[in-house]
């Protein structure tokens, strides 16, 4: 057998199947984030990939190109390795996009692997999003590739001559300034001409036992309560016709050692709530976080809930999926939104 | 008929955990013991973007569908948390980048309403049009990727093809086919000039003409209603309960758009109609979109015609009325939000997006960035209105509400 692969390649029908090969490079169709909108453009009417010979096929045996369209996150590496080996050889990668080379605007997240350490890269194409031209290229520097059997790049640099330092150069200190201990206050309350609002205030406060009600800007109500009294407000809220939960946020106080949990209602059944955002709020200790989970009485909550289980550990009780990760890769670290949770600082050079 | 039972040992395959399918192995068993199958859709498919559903069938009707997000999650909320606020601009809008400009519209009109910033007019009407040109370009894209899941390859090119219009149009006004950035506090980057205005005008007759030829090809081609009408239908009530957004909401009978119940820019200024369906299927949650388009097109109209001289940059931001540049790093590097809460709901092109910018009052960046995007939150009702339908209308339905992971992921 390894005497026919010898054959085939190296033999009298060598430069045919090269020739074959470069004309016919089919990418599977592995939309792996957004650059893939202008990976769509390159072969749609307008660039037309096609005509050089490359077009997305959909399944992974019968192709011989991966395009990794920007961003490899841990769960989708795995996809990408077995994609990578379900193919035939020969087999060829180009990375498009600046997060698919140093991770580009997301170079310092929890989430990010580069393709280089997951599958051997072929071609690398910057941009973000790279522009269809530029795919193209890249493309055409691989058939090149197969034909002359070395890579080359494209692009020429101006070589910039670097100076012996003599004195060790002093980096400019970052312009972030953030606070030692912060004040996290989610209901400072704003002066706005809202009659409505008003009104409305005042029928919550004969219906709902809450610690504080106050008017956050136009439109906005933040309503703070214990942390027990969640299910009991909504079901208060459910009546007053505010009938879906749009946002369910957590927010994390080390220094004054609780979560804010935060469920944002409004409604779309009744005109006049529609603008509304009712925040419901309670504190939850830092140590215990638990609270009694909305997702069988607001079926809206349920996947914001589960989100902000994996974020921050905060436990949804009654919620289905508590427990287990939903949004995050299963090798992804433990709760990575929390403060104590810290990332790669970025250097300041001049 | 007499039935024989067939011996063969039946049992869920052993590699479950190295498969990393996120559901119990009970679910598993018990799927296998009551004659059903599970069916593993993705991550990589033959449609666009990637997500896994897991589906249970019995028969080829679908019981149950438990998605498996998190494919292109790249961790957006924890890094807002640690950049400047002006550094996050381009980061707010990588979840869905042909709908840039939305989504750059809400963190930006978060910072502005917490610091009091008052946009000029003509500011104003660009960032409107820049918006409904990027409604326009989104649904468009969306359409295609709904002809590719139903295998029509020129319902794919003919949207491509008006699309480059759109990139065209946002490369004349930004400079960037997609990720723009160029909606910044207290305005926009730079004036726009009077022949670009025209030729944008001039684009979008053009655009209304041949959208009628597409209307030919693939919105009134009997291949594509019959794959569509009457699949995937979800009711009025179903889509409040499940917290539905955007035109899969209108699409459903309910009368709600952020643009009209919240105004924000010039939208209570302009004439313009929101279109409804009570049909609730997925050919409406497509027609629905298409007839958007029509309305977006006749706004960027509206916004060209009335738009007012005058400066495009607020004077509380820097002197130079007309271009930010020499001045952005200086001027709003160093900004701080006041303490509290600020929350934007902003309508893009798939529905409300939500930006809840924390401020701790001292830092110059956000204490916290609650960013939910459409895509997240229509996922339940899309989950919803594919159970009872057949297998092979799974693809209808998923290209019918456009999903796009990278924006449901953020």
């Known amino acids: ?350 | 008929m007499k039935e024989y039972a067939i011996d063969v040992p039946v049992e869920p395959p052993k590699e479950l955990r190295s498969l990393f399918i996120p559901i119990p192995p009970e679910y598993v068993e018990d799927v296998y013991k009551s004659d059903d199958f599970l069916i593993l859709v993705g991550p990589q498919h033959p449609g666009s973007g990637h997500m896994r559903l897991i589906v249970r069938v019995r028969g080829d009707i679908i019981q149950e569908v438990i998605p498996d997000p998190g494919y292109v999650h790249r961790s957006m909320e924890k890094l807002a948390e640690n950049r400047l606020y002006i550094q996050n601009i381009p980061l707010v809008e990588r979840p869905a980048i042909m709908d840039a400009a939305n989504f750059n519209l809400g963190y930006i009109r978060a910072i502005e309403e917490a610091l009091d910033i008052e946009v000029p007019e003509r500011a104003k009407y660009i960032r409107t049009m820049l918006a409904e040109l990027c409604r326009v370009g989104t649904h468009l894209y969306d359409a295609a990727i709904l002809a590719v899941f139903l295998g029509h390859t020129t319902g794919f090119m003919w949207p491509f093809g008006l699309r480059e219009l759109i990139c065209e149009a946002l490369v004349r006004v930004t400079g960037a086919r997609f990720t723009s950035s160029f909606i910044i506090p207290g305005g926009v980057r730079r004036d726009v000039d009077e022949s670009t205005l025209k030729w944008i005008y001039d684009m979008t007759l053009a655009m209304e003409k041949r959208l009628k030829s597409f209307e030919r090809i693939f919105i009134k081609n009997p291949t594509v209603i019959a794959r569509l009408k009457d699949v995937g239908v979800l009711s009025k009530e179903e889509a409040i309960k499940y917290g539905v957004v955007g035109p899969f909401l209108r699409a459903s009978g309910v009368e709600y758009d952020v643009r009209k119940v919240e105004p924000y820019e010039v939208y209570d200024e302009l004439a313009w109609d929101i279109p409804v369906s009570d049909e609730g299927d997925s050919y409406h949650r497509f027609l629905v979109r298409v007839n958007e388009i029509g309305q977006s097109l006749s706004i960027v109209r509206q916004c060209i015609k009335q738009m007012p001289e005058g400066r495009v940059i607020s004077d509380q931001i820097a002197e130079n009325g007309s271009d930010i540049r020499g001045a952005f790093y200086d001027s709003l590097s160093d900004i701080v939000l006041p303490a509290g809460e600020y929350t934007t709901l902003t309508e893009g092109a798939r529905g409300t997006i939500i930006y809840s910018i924390i401020s701790d009052g001292e830092s110059n960046v956000p204490y916290r960035v609650r960013i939910v995007s459409p895509g997240w939150l229509y996922l339940r009702g899309f989950m919803e209105s594919m159970k009872g339908e057949r297998l092979a209308d799974l693809q209808a339905i998923y290209g019918s509400f456009g999903y796009f992971p990278p924006e449901a992921d953020r």
């Open chain 1, 1 to 350: 057998m390894d005497e026919f692969i010898e054959f085939v390649r190296g033999g009298p029908l060598g430069p045919i199947k090269k020739w074959g090969t470069k004309w016919s490079l089919w990418p599977v169709h592995l939309v792996t984030a957004c650059c893939g909108a202008e990976l769509a453009h390159a072969f749609a009417c307008g660039y037309d990939g096609e005509r050089i010979g490359a077009l997305n096929y959909g399944i992974a045996r019968q192709t011989n190109l991966i395009i990794v369209e920007g961003a490899i996150t841990r769960k989708m590496a795995r996809v990408l390795k077995i994609t990578w080996e379900q193919m035939p050889d020969p087999k060829f990668v180009i990375v498009m996009g600046a997060c698919g080379l140093q991770g580009g605007i997301f170079w310092n997240g929890y989430h990010l692997v580069k393709p280089s350490d997951v599958v051997p890269v072929d071609f690398y194409i910057p941009g973000c999003p790279p522009t269809p031209e530029a795919l193209l290229r890249g493309i055409r520097q691989l058939q090149d590739k197969i034909v002359t059997g070395e890579a080359k790049t494209s692009a020429t640099f101006p070589e910039i001559p670097l100076e012996p330092g003599k004195k060790p150069r002093v980096l400019p200190r970052s312009p972030k300034k953030i606070s030692k201990a912060p004040a996290v206050i989610v209901n400072v309350p704003r002066q706005v001409e809202w009659e409505f609002g008003e009104k409305l205030v005042e029928e919550l406060k004969t219906k709902i036992e809450a610690k504080s009600i106050t008017i956050t800007g136009k439109n906005r109500i933040a309503v703070k309560v214990e942390k027990d009294a969640i299910p009991k407000t909504a079901l208060k809220l459910k009546e007053m016709g505010f009938d879906h939960v749009k946002n369910v946020n957590v927010i994390d106080v080390p220094n004054e050692d609780k979560f804010i949990v935060e469920y944002h209602f409004s409604s779309y059944s009744v005109k006049e709530l529609m603008p509304v955002l009712v925040n419901v709020f309670a504190d939850v200790p830092r140590d215990e976080p638990k609270v009694k989970s909305l997702a069988t009485m607001f079926p809206s909550a349920d996947y914001l809930e589960r989100e902000m289980h994996d974020f921050f550990g905060v436990i949804f009780e009654g919620n289905p999926w508590t427990g287990r990760k939903f949004l995050l890769a299963p090798d992804a670290p433990e709760y990575p939104l929390r403060k104590d949770f810290k990332l790669e600082e970025e250097v300041y050079t001049r």
